[in-house]
Nanobody
Framework: QVQLVESGGGLVQAGGSLRLSCVAS?????????LAWFRQAPGKDREFVAD????????DYIDSVKGRFTISRDDAKNTVYLQMKSLKPEDTAVYYC????????????????WGRGTQVTVSS
């Protein structure tokens, strides 16, 4: 059973930056997992943000964050990161990391393991 714990959220002004971290514990070797970040704003469905394969060399981003967000992983630290720059008020949401042994997808239904989320609030 993999446990995921996110951190790094907070309140930031528009145009600012944050780096989210998600540390995994237990379960199989961290390097075997496909990893993803999702977000959920109040009253909205959970939305795919970015994913990265187990090999770390293939990633995908939702169009609205391309060029602003970067996903990366450090298997030695059992950690996946989401570097967020040029933040906009519409990026405000609870951000969740997710993991699965299968391939990366954009559907939250395909991920087995989830963290509890970290709040990101971007003020205008």
């Amino acid at each position: 059973q993999v446990q995921l714990v996110e951190s790094g959220g907070g309140l930031v002004q528009a145009g600012g930056s944050l780096r989210l971290s998600c540390v995994a514990s237990y379960g199989r070797h961290f390097s075997e997992y496909a990893l993803a970040w999702f977000r959920q704003a109040p009253g909205k469905d959970r939305e795919f943000v970015a994913d990265i394969t187990w090999s770390g060399d293939i990633y995908d981003y939702i169009d609205s964050v391309k060029g602003r967000f970067t996903i990366s992983r450090d298997d030695a630290k059992n950690t996946v990161y989401l570097q967020m720059k040029s933040l906009k008020p519409e990026d405000t949401a609870v951000y969740y990391c997710a993991a699965d042994l299968d391939r990366c997808t954009r559907s939250p239904k395909d991920y087995t393991y989830w963290g509890r989320g970290t709040q990101v609030t971007v003020s205008s």
